[in-house]
Every structure is written in structure tokens, then in C-alpha cells.
């Protein structure tokens, strides 16, 4: 079974600035997907980044880029100047098979103006 | 295209009623799936299907059946709805050949008094 871990419940940025919001993973898969939503206040999710456990290169969608960190099985996502929209839950998600998500317990993201 | 839609928005049931949860997508997704998500609980999966006629059970089945006699629908019935399952329902579907992105319907949310 795969497991998600996000240790904050809430963080606070100030527009502009850079945040790093924190994921770590715990599976015994050889071959495995990390994903990043985002989920704001009008309750889709949107998609945002995705890294899989074997590429070489941390992955970077626009602002968004995923810290993977393999050996101490981190995902962490860092989002780059803050923009008052980027207000949000974010949830961390790990996938060994690309239909069947587990997703953490989320970060509720605040951009402060 | 559409995407992945929902029906309905919003539904509230009585402990004891039945009711379908409806999910169709356009994109010819192989994959589909269900979740439910409540609060600071992210999202969990509770049944999901690899093709027409092939379903299997997720993390949270139990109260819920699932059929897929095409491609295009995922339906979600409730058979005798408890409050235990008030929360908002989510449906995607995925390429298998996407490494990917899952797309997400806007969900449903259910309240069971």
C-alpha cells in the first residue's frame, strides 16, 4: 500500500515570494507516479505536476516545479512567485498504476498581498 | 469535448434511500474511478474500472456498487445511503497510455440526513 504524507495543514506566502510545500511518500513499488493538484475554493481539481519515480529531472510545469528527492522519498512542491490566486488546497499524490491515485491529507495555501 | 462530467451537483438523501451517482467522459478514457473526499481526509479511492465491463474495489467500497457497460459511463449507486456517506463524490478518467494526468469531474456533493 502506498502512503502520503503532507506535515502542514496550512502555510502562509506573501505574494511575489516563493513557497515550498511538503510531501513524502512511502512505498515499496519499483515503479511509481507523484502527482500535484491543486484544489481551490470552488472545489475542482486542478492538475498541476507530475514526476515518475524514474526520471532523471525534477519536473517543472511553469511556476510549478517538483523537488523529488528518491532516497529520502520527498516530492515537495515549489511554486514560484506567489500569485493571490494561487490560494488553494494542494494535495500530494502517489500512483503506481495511473487510475488508482493516493492522495495526502492536503496543505491549505494562503497568498498573503 | 467535454471532459468528465457529473450529475447531479448536489444531492441530499435520507438514511436509507438509494440513488445513482452518474459519470460519463468523452475523451474515450480506458480508465475511470471514484473517489469521495472529506473533510481533512483528501480524497480516497472507492471503486475503479480498467474497461467496459471490468471494475475492482479501491480503499473505501463498501455501501457503493459500480458497473461500466461502456466506455463512456461510471456509474456510482448508493443502495441504502447512511450518513457516514455524506461527502463530495469525485469521478475521473485517465489514458492508459497518459503516465499522467487524471481528469476530474466536478463532483458531487451528497448530504445523507
Known amino acids: 500500500a502506498q502512503k502520503i504524507t503532507q506535515t502542514q495543514p496550512g502555510m502562509f506566502v506573501q505574494e511575489k515570494e516563493a513557497v515550498t510545500l511538503d510531501c513524502t511518500y512511502d512505498?515499496?513499488?519499483?515503479?511509481?507516479?507523484l502527482f500535484w493538484y491543486k484544489q481551490p475554493s470552488s472545489g475542482e481539481m486542478i492538475f498541476l505536476i507530475y514526476?515518475?519515480?524514474?526520471?532523471?529531472q525534477n519536473a517543472t510545469e511553469g511556476r510549478y516545479s517538483l523537488n523529488f528527492q528518491k532516497a529520502r522519498k520527498s516530492a515537495n512542491l515549489v511554486i514560484s512567485a506567489s500569485q493571490l490566486g494561487d490560494s488553494a488546497m494542494y494535495f500530494c499524490?502517489?500512483?503506481?498504476?495511473?487510475?488508482?491515485?493516493?492522495f495526502g491529507k492536503g496543505t491549505l495555501l494562503t497568498v498573503n498581498p | 469535448n467535454a471532459g468528465v462530467t457529473q450529475t447531479p451537483k448536489f444531492q441530499v438523501l435520507k438514511t436509507g434511500q438509494s440513488m445513482t451517482l452518474q459519470c460519463a467522459q468523452d475523451?474515450?478514457?480506458?480508465?475511470m474511478s471514484w473517489y469521495r473526499q472529506d473533510p481533512g481526509m483528501g480524497l480516497r479511492l472507492i471503486h475503479y474500472?480498467?474497461?467496459?465491463?471490468?471494475?475492482d474495489q479501491g480503499e473505501v467500497p463498501n455501501g457503493y456498487n459500480v458497473s461500466r457497460s461502456t466506455t463512456e459511463d461510471f456509474p456510482l449507486r448508493l443502495l441504502s445511503a447512511a450518513p457516514s456517506q455524506t461527502s463530495v463524490y469525485f469521478c475521473?478518467?485517465?489514458?492508459?497510455?497518459?503516465?499522467?494526468?487524471?481528469?476530474f469531474g466536478p463532483g458531487t456533493r451528497l448530504t445523507v440526513l
Open positions: 499524490a502517489s500512483s503506481r498504476s495511473n487510475y488508482k491515485l493516493t
Open positions: 512505498t515499496s513499488d519499483p515503479s511509481y507516479g
Open positions: 514526476q515518475g519515480s524514474y526520471d532523471q
Open positions: 475523451m474515450n478514457h480506458e480508465y
Open positions: 474500472s480498467v474497461g467496459a465491463g471490468i471494475t
Open positions: 475521473a478518467s485517465v489514458s492508459p497510455t497518459s503516465a499522467n494526468e487524471q481528469f
